[in-house]
Each structure stands twice: as structure tokens, then as C-alpha cells.
């Protein structure tokens, strides 16, 4: 059985981060770890890309087309090493891409799986470790459309 369409919308998602890697173009190597809810980071972690999904909301049910409208808050967080004189540059170019690798232009569908990819917050700052680590955070709903009590179209 296919991964339910909430996993395989991540997994899109997840795989745009694993592109941000300096020899892709990218500022930085966020990319080379990407993580979903992992909520411990070591140092052997970094740099990493950790996704932290958000309750889902059932935003409307038609019933004559048996499908659900659902939302899914998102936030995506880059983490990387970093040191007290550089870590408000090395934010924003974590927050950078993240934005150039998660909002794809050409794609707010994610590959066609969703209805809509929305961006709803932005930010970049350093971590509570005393500046050796810094942190861009991109928030997002993911819109898409599931059959009435089949999570898996």
C-alpha cells in the first residue's frame, strides 16, 4: 500500500531540502540531513533540515463528491554551526534556502499533490546554545484534497 498523500507531500518537501547544498548553487549545506520531528540535534547532526508537520484541519467536506478539503500547517527549520560574529548572516542564508528550495514558483501544487503550498511566517535567528548554532524557520500550509475517510488519495 502507498504511503498515506499527508507522508508523500512531506516526502516532496523533504526531498527540496536535501537539494540545498552549496555545490547545488545553495548558500548553504542545510540539506545534507533532513530530518522529520526530530527534536534533539547534536553537533554530528548538523547541518540538518528538520520538518515539524502541525495538527491537520479538515477546512471543508463535500458530500456529494465524497472529498475533504484539509490544512496543514508546517514549519521547516534549517540549523547549522555557526559563531557569535556570523550567525545573524549565516540566518538569513539558511532562511534564503529554504525559501529558493520549499516555495518552487514553478510548482505550488508539490507536484501536483496539493492544492496550494502557502508561506505564513519567516525568521531567522540564533539558537539557545550561547551563538554556536543558528536557526531559519519557514512556516507553510499545505492545502490538498483527500477521499472522505481515505487518507491514502
Known amino acids: 500500500m502507498a504511503d498515506p498523500l499527508s507522508l ?85 542564508r539558511l532562511l534564503a534556502d529554504l525559501q529558493v528550495a520549499l516555495l518552487d514558483a514553478s510548482d505550488l501544487r508539490v507536484g501536483g499533490q496539493a492544492i496550494r503550498l502557502t508561506p505564513t511566517e519567516m525568521r531567522a535567528e540564533p539558537r539557545d546554545d550561547g551563538g554556536q548554532t543558528v536557526g531559519a524557520a519557514l512556516s507553510m500550509t499545505l492545502q490538498y484534497v483527500t477521499g472522505y475517510g481515505d487518507p491514502y488519495t
Open 8 to 92: 508523500q507531500l512531506l516526502d516532496t518537501l523533504m526531498a527540496r531540502a536535501a537539494r540545498i547544498l552549496v555545490s547545488g548553487g545553495y548558500q548553504t549545506n542545510a540539506g545534507a540531513r533532513v530530518y522529520l520531528q526530530r527534536a534533539t540535534l547534536t553537533a554530528a547532526d548538523l547541518p540538518c533540515v528538520v520538518f515539524w508537520p502541525s495538527p491537520i484541519t479538515v477546512a471543508e467536506v463535500s458530500g456529494a463528491s465524497e472529498r475533504m478539503r484539509l490544512d496543514r500547517p508546517l514549519t521547516v527549520e534549517a540549523v547549522m554551526q555557526t559563531t557569535l560574529d556570523t550567525c545573524g548572516e549565516d540566518g538569513e
